[in-house]
């Protein structure tokens, strides 16, 4: 197995996607074992330390209205030839091909990367973080990407490449390692609109639509960024009606689900804030809970307020409901 290989059944990943619903259950459990072999861990891996290792991932960063099963990335991660169970034609499968859970924890069933795709990630480390990277592109947004890495063990891992823009060509790596299909899939693969954080900031005159935080460094706004409601990595597009200006702390609760938007008519969008939220000290600079409720602030322009598809997008897929 050579390096292009290995990309190029990683750019075929099937996560069953439709209408833009997420599907993150195989992408978390291959960052997972990308993270053992950063680590040096055995080729395979029990059931059990997935169950409880992934199932925790898909908790965290996995779809609100997605049950956590984490038996299905790993039976269905064979049909995308990158996953083994050696114990596999023994083991006893329902109507659909699924595996019994109680059967995969009671006789210590074992999975992991085939052998020589196993040995091929190990003698490359480089491959290992292109890999990551382009998981993590391709089913998250940036804003959460230093956190999955920590979660699943990929500290190690150089961190994502500095100062390049999404929208520029594949780097060398990519150029040295990637065949015609990998080229393909990157050929594929949605660039941002460059313009995008200028106009969404422009729209909300450089302020946080939550805070209002309005910070300048010199004549530039400081600390205020472009967020998509719903994620470019999911058929978000770039406009301004897919955007709200946020600070990172929002921008980031956005993201993660604790931070919510309610369509309130004739009155715009308000602030919901999930009931997972625990903040030991309310008073404190920063508190989420306070903004419960609040109206966001809107745009200059009526017709580039946050459009109601987006915004019901980020509710079923992203936002950790019900709110408080």
């Not at 861990?41 to 965290?60: H, I, N, S």
Request: charged letters at 30%; aromatic letters at 8%; glycine letters at 8%.
């Amino acid at each position: 197995m050579t390096p292009g290989d290995f990309l190029s059944r990683l750019a075929r990943l099937n996560t069953h996607r439709h209408r833009g619903r997420r599907a993150p259950h195989k992408p978390l459990l291959l960052l997972f074992a990308l993270g053992r072999v950063l680590r040096d861990r055995d080729r395979l891996v029990p059931y059990e330390e997935v169950d409880r290792r992934v199932g925790e991932l898909m908790r965290r960063f996995g779809s609100p209205r997605s049950a956590v099963r984490p038996h299905y990335p790993f039976r269905w991660l064979l049909s995308d030839g990158l996953w083994e169970i050696p114990r596999y034609a023994e083991l006893s499968k329902n109507a659909s091909g699924d595996l019994y859970v109680s059967e995969l924890r009671e006789t210590g069933v074992e999975g992991g990367f085939p052998e020589k795709m196993h040995d091929l990630l190990r003698a490359n480390p480089d491959l290992v973080w292109q890999a990551a990277e382009e998981i993590l592109h391709e089913h998250f947004p940036e804003s959460l990407h230093r956190e999955i890495r920590e979660a699943a063990n990929l500290r190690g891992m150089r961190e994502a490449r500095e100062a390049e823009s999404e929208s520029e060509a594949p780097t060398l790596r990519e150029r040295e390692v990637g065949p015609p299909s990998f080229y393909s899939y990157l050929a594929r693969r949605r660039r941002r609109d460059p313009f995008f954080r200028r106009k969404v900031l422009d729209e909300y005159m450089e302020r946080c639509a939550v805070c209002d935080l309005d910070i300048r460094f010199g004549e530039q706004p400081f600390g205020v960024e472009a967020a998509h409601i719903q994620w470019h990595s999911h058929a978000g597009p770039d406009s301004v009606a897919n955007g709200l200006a946020l600070c990172p702390l929002h921008h980031e609760t956005l993201d993660r689900g604790a931070l919510g938007l309610e369509e309130r008519k004739g009155t715009g969008l308000n602030v919901l804030i999930s009931h997972e939220v625990r903040e030991s000290r309310r008073e404190t600079a920063g508190s989420l809970i306070e903004f419960s409720g609040r109206r966001i602030r809107s745009p200059r322009t009526a017709s580039r307020a946050p459009a109601t598809p987006f915004v019901d997008w980020h509710s079923s897929e992203v936002f950790r409901g019900p709110s408080l």
